[in-house]
């Protein structure tokens, strides 16, 4: 009764305006005020930190944006809508809406002309992204399979399904073993070696496809794992970081990262990604082909991993595809002695291959994990180390990936900048601090964020109440980066996802928002060691300036008007039409 009620207020009442007074829309004074509205809404805009980028839109691009915006109009209505008007239906296929859920959006999303807009976008450059879990899964097992001498270990019998659910495994290579111990039966010995195809095929449910079932669901957050938001953070954090060391011992043996470098490299350039700044946490062990023992420090593993990027750059379908490096990166939870040491070989690594290490940070659950704040006696040494060692290894931060307000998890971000951070990974707590925006705008910071990461971990339940829109409208530099794509749900390499999600759940961003936010991540990609000053002068003159970074952003610049030009080709005739 209440819902008829209420339904029948918005339709027109049979009353004639001038009988009770109703101003008109056309009145002088109404059309004052609507037009004061407008100017303080196109004064707010320019504040955005992609209002320049909006304002010198060449035609072309313009109504590209415009065809996209349509299209976006158009998809919302007719896609993610619940269809028709038959009541509550209560079943979760039915409640269809704009900026739900990444792992429940997915499946429709990849079937929209936005999604195939999207693809074809030049991307720029991928600014965070964890190397560890960026190589696809599926992908992954059938390297690990397929590889000669791999074995699988565990540290009991995965013999129940709490074991096999728990229980903490992993693979490397060995020479045959004279005596092979059933790693799913309950006479398994801790850590005894077995051939990881004999141990797929002797699998108890389902033989190799129940085991390649078993293991990606160990090795990735599932769909229904990230939609139990009512768990909280911590939680998924158990799952999350569980993944990593079956992921490392699979993907650090020589002739599978060989490969998984030349794959990852080639599935970003196809989703428009011409740099990489990876990170890796180097605390994991990396085995030569055919060798049985792990390498002492990690200065092999960077010599393979350089050699792979020059040599998919130098394919031909790799010709397009810029480069990328690394940020060395250690666990923020482990205590001061490992982490001077990891310290030690990552200085040690840059002066062997200085064109490869990008930077430091200290990566992990924020949480959890010491602040920056108790790490500031490592990171002043580690500074002055670099000072005497004659090389330049300046700090790329994780910060602000919390939900805290005021406590120390929170003020990393305040370390962050007084230690003299580029870039901030999410930043996702940075909107609460005024002050503290103010100071990555003055010190030209840009905040690498990961939308999708930041969903499934908990921090917010979809795009449209991610605190993305406020920095972008306080005029924050940020990119958009995938974080962790191959655990975390997306199944594939590529930044995609992140961008599909924004343009079709934030109203403000649009096409040309996605332009500036691309052209943002060339402008701060660590293409070359530089100096302090020398990063802050190439980043005020962007492309107006000499060098690598000024050279690419004109050519991704060229990039984004032939893509504009190609949506005004094949969708400007009528955008509402299939």
């Given at each position: 009764?209440?819902?008829?009620?209420?339904s029948?207020?918005?339709?027109?009442?049979?009353i004639?305006?001038?009988e009770?007074?109703?101003?008109?829309?056309?009145?002088?004074?109404?059309?004052?005020?609507?037009?004061?509205?407008?100017?303080l809404?196109?004064?707010?805009?320019?504040?955005?930190?992609?209002?320049?980028?909006?304002?010198?839109?060449?035609?072309?691009?313009?109504?590209?944006?415009?065809?996209v915006?349509?299209?976006?109009?158009?998809?919302?209505?007719n896609?993610?809508?619940?269809?028709?008007?038959?009541?509550?239906?209560?079943?979760?296929?039915?409640?269809?809406?704009?900026?739900?859920?990444?792992?429940?959006?997915?499946?429709?999303?990849?079937?929209?002309?936005?999604?195939?807009?999207?693809?074809?976008?030049p991307?720029?450059?991928?600014?965070?992204?964890?190397?560890?879990?960026?190589?696809?899964?599926?992908w992954?097992i059938e390297?690990?399979?397929?590889?000669?001498?791999?074995?699988?270990?565990?540290?009991?019998?995965?013999?129940?399904p709490?074991a096999?659910?728990?229980?903490q495994?992993?693979?490397?290579?060995?020479?045959?073993?004279?005596?092979?111990?059933?790693?799913?039966?309950?006479?398994?010995?801790q850590?005894d070696?077995m051939?990881?195809?004999?141990?797929?095929?002797?699998?108890?449910?389902?033989?190799?496809?129940?085991?390649?079932?078993?293991?990606?669901?160990?090795c990735?957050?599932?769909?229904?794992?990230?939609?139990?938001?009512?768990?909280?953070?911590?939680?998924?954090?158990k799952?999350?970081?569980?993944?990593?060391?079956?992921?490392?011992?699979?993907?650090?043996?020589?002739?599978?990262?060989?490969?998984s470098?030349?794959?990852?490299?080639?599935?970003?350039?196809?989703?428009?990604?011409r740099?990489?700044?990876?990170?890796a946490?180097?605390?994991?062990?990396?085995?030569?082909e055919?060798?049985?023992?792990?390498?002492?420090?990690?200065?092999?593993?960077?010599?393979?991993f350089?050699?792979?990027v020059?040599?998919?750059?130098?394919?031909?379908?790799g010709?397009?595809?810029?480069?990328?490096?690394?940020?060395?990166?250690?666990?923020?939870?482990?205590?001061r002695?490992?982490?001077?040491?990891?310290?030690?070989?990552?200085?040690?690594?840059?002066?062997?291959?200085?064109?490869?290490?990008?930077?430091?940070?200290?990566?992990?659950?924020?949480?959890?994990g010491?602040?920056?704040?108790?790490?500031?006696?490592e990171?002043?040494?580690?500074?002055?180390?670099?000072v005497?060692?004659?090389?330049?290894?300046p700090?790329?931060?994780?910060a602000?990936?919390?939900?805290?307000?005021?406590?120390?998890?929170?003020?990393?971000?305040v370390?962050a900048?007084?230690?003299?951070?580029r870039?901030?990974?999410?930043?996702?707590?940075?909107?609460?601090?005024?002050?503290?925006?103010?100071?990555?705008?003055?010190?030209?910071?840009?905040?690498?964020?990961?939308?999708?990461?930041?969903?499934?971990?908990?921090l917010?339940?979809s795009?449209?109440?991610?605190?993305l829109?406020?920095?972008?409208?306080?005029g924050?530099?940020?990119?958009?980066?995938?974080d962790?794509?191959?655990?975390?749900?997306?199944?594939?390499?590529?930044?995609?996802?992140?961008?599909?999600?924004?343009?079709?759940g934030?109203?403000?961003?649009?096409?040309?928002?996605?332009?500036?936010?691309?052209?943002?991540?060339?402008?701060?990609?660590?293409?070359?060691?530089?100096?302090?000053?020398?990063?802050?002068?190439?980043?005020?003159?962007?492309?107006?300036?000499?060098?690598?970074?000024?050279?690419?952003?004109?050519?991704?610049?060229?990039?984004?008007?032939?893509?504009?030009?190609?949506?005004?080709d094949?969708?400007?005739?009528?955008?509402?039409?299939e």
């Amino acid at each position: 009764m209440v819902d008829s009620q209420l339904s029948g207020m918005g339709r027109e009442d049979d009353i004639d305006d001038d009988e009770v007074g109703l101003p008109q829309l056309t009145d002088p004074f109404i059309k004052k005020y609507l037009q004061g509205r407008d100017a303080l809404i196109a004064q707010e805009k320019k504040q955005r930190s992609d209002q320049t980028f909006r304002e010198a839109l060449s035609p072309v691009a313009a109504e590209a944006c415009s065809i996209v915006s349509s299209i976006r109009e158009e998809e919302r209505r007719n896609v993610w809508a619940a269809p028709g008007n038959e009541g509550l239906a209560r079943d979760q296929e039915s409640l269809i809406h704009s900026g739900m859920m990444f792992s429940l959006a997915k499946p429709r999303m990849e079937g929209t002309r936005l999604w195939q807009i999207v693809r074809a976008m030049p991307k720029g450059a991928l600014l965070h992204a964890h190397f560890d879990a960026m190589v696809d899964v599926d992908w992954l097992i059938e390297q690990a399979l397929a590889t000669p001498g791999l074995h699988i270990e565990a540290s009991d019998a995965l013999c129940s399904p709490r074991a096999l659910e728990l229980t903490q495994f992993s693979f490397r290579f060995a020479k045959s073993q004279s005596n092979v111990s059933n790693l799913w039966s309950t006479d398994y010995k801790q850590h005894d070696l077995m051939p990881v195809l004999e141990a797929a095929e002797n699998f108890p449910s389902g033989g190799r496809l129940g085991f390649i079932k078993w293991l990606k669901g160990r090795c990735t957050i599932t769909n229904e794992e990230s939609l139990r938001h009512h768990h909280g953070p911590n939680d998924i954090w158990k799952k999350f970081k569980s993944t990593f060391s079956v992921l490392g011992s699979m993907i650090f043996y020589e002739p599978i990262f060989r490969a998984s470098v030349r794959r990852v490299c080639q599935q970003l350039l196809e989703d428009g990604v011409r740099w990489v700044d990876f990170r890796a946490a180097f605390v994991f062990e990396y085995r030569r082909e055919s060798t049985e023992e792990p390498e002492q420090g990690y200065d092999e593993v960077i010599r393979v991993f350089g050699e792979e990027v020059e040599r998919f750059k130098a394919s031909e379908e790799g010709r397009r595809f810029w480069g990328a490096r690394m940020i060395w990166t250690t666990i923020r939870i482990m205590g001061r002695r490992e982490i001077v040491q990891s310290m030690k070989q990552c200085i040690a690594v840059k002066k062997a291959y200085p064109h490869l290490i990008a930077g430091f940070d200290l990566v992990g659950q924020e949480d959890l994990g010491r602040p920056l704040k108790d790490l500031t006696p490592e990171l002043f040494w580690f500074r002055k180390r670099c000072v005497e060692e004659g090389v330049e290894i300046p700090f790329f931060f994780h910060a602000g990936e919390t939900l805290g307000d005021g406590d120390e998890v929170d003020s990393n971000i305040v370390d962050a900048l007084l230690l003299g951070t580029r870039r901030i990974g999410h930043g996702f707590s940075l909107y609460k601090h005024p002050l503290l925006i103010d100071m990555v705008k003055a010190k030209k910071i840009l905040v690498e964020s990961c939308p999708i990461s930041n969903e499934v971990l908990r921090l917010t339940h979809s795009i449209m109440s991610h605190p993305l829109p406020a920095l972008l409208s306080r005029g924050v530099a940020v990119s958009l980066c995938n974080d962790d794509p191959a655990i975390l749900g997306q199944g594939t390499n590529g930044l995609s996802y992140d961008f599909w999600q924004v343009l079709q759940g934030l109203e403000n961003v649009g096409l040309e928002g996605l332009g500036s936010l691309a052209d943002n991540s060339v402008r701060w990609a660590a293409f070359e060691d530089q100096s302090s000053n020398e990063w802050l002068q190439g980043i005020k003159e962007a492309s107006l300036g000499k060098g690598i970074r000024a050279s690419r952003m004109k050519e991704w610049a060229l990039e984004w008007e032939r893509f504009c030009q190609w949506i005004v080709d094949e969708f400007g005739g009528n955008p509402d039409s299939e």
